[in-house]
């Protein structure tokens, strides 16, 4: 989605019915259409961290669907005055609206049957969540397949991001897919033993 090519993801059973969005960066008509053919009802709107290219949509499609939002205190903030948290000139303006669940990691989520576990995972921006459902993890910018998340940006911190992601090495079976913002899917084991920035965590 947008010009960043940040990744939004449907999660929904095979079958439709109950579904939610994780990150919808931008374009709600292409995120609902691609619900629609799917056969699923948007119930949730779920954010990984307070950058635009990440929720640029969050509001329209909260709007249009009746989805509740959820994410963290840094989400809503972004939310709320957009305009004043652009860390990019150029990009798209996002419609402000507000977190209707504040997570702050911890917490399950059930939609209909559909459940998530919402992980604190800071290090790219203060207030990022990882998400554990449908067997993968959907970490925003914390960690890509070769990489991982930029930590220049305000309120970001290479020792915290690297915690994050060794905590969730140590807490999820190897070969646990990882879903990232941007770029090709991954894998736990994959990152542990090929990623260069990985290198030094001591194992």
């Known amino acids: 989605m947008g010009p ?7 999660v929904h059973d095979l079958e439709g019915g109950t579904g939610f969005v994780i990150d919808p960066g931008g374009d709600a008509g292409l995120i609902m259409e691609s ?12 954010i990984t961290h307070g950058h635009h290219d990440h929720l640029g949509a969050a509001a329209e499609l909260a709007a249009a669907t ?18 004043r948290y652009a860390l990019f000139p150029g990009l ?5 609206g507000k977190v209707d669940r504040l997570l702050e990691g911890g917490e399950t989520l059930d939609f209909g049957g559909l459940e998530a576990q919402a992980i604190a995972t800071p290090g790219h921006s203060p207030g990022s969540i990882t998400y554990f459902t449908a067997g993968g993890l959907f970490c925003g910018d914390l960690l890509f397949h070769g990489s991982i998340g930029r930590t220049d940006l ?13 905590k969730l090495i140590l807490a999820y079976p190897p070969d646990t ?13 994959e990152e542990k033993e090929k990623n260069p920035f990985l290198t030094d965590l001591g194992w």
């Open 4 to 10: 960043l090519q940040a990744n939004f993801y449907l």
């Open 35 to 46: 619900a629609r053919e799917a056969g699923v009802t948007i119930e949730a709107v779920m």
């Open 66 to 83: 009746g989805a509740e939002i959820c994410g963290s205190a840094e989400v809503a903030m972004v939310l709320a005055e957009p305009d």
């Open 92 to 96: 798209p303006q996002v419609a402000p």
């Open 154 to 166: 305000p309120g970001g911190s290479f020792d915290e991001l690297a915690g994050s992601v060794k």
């Open 177 to 189: 897919v990882v879903y990232p913002g941007h770029g090709n899917t991954t894998t736990l084991a």
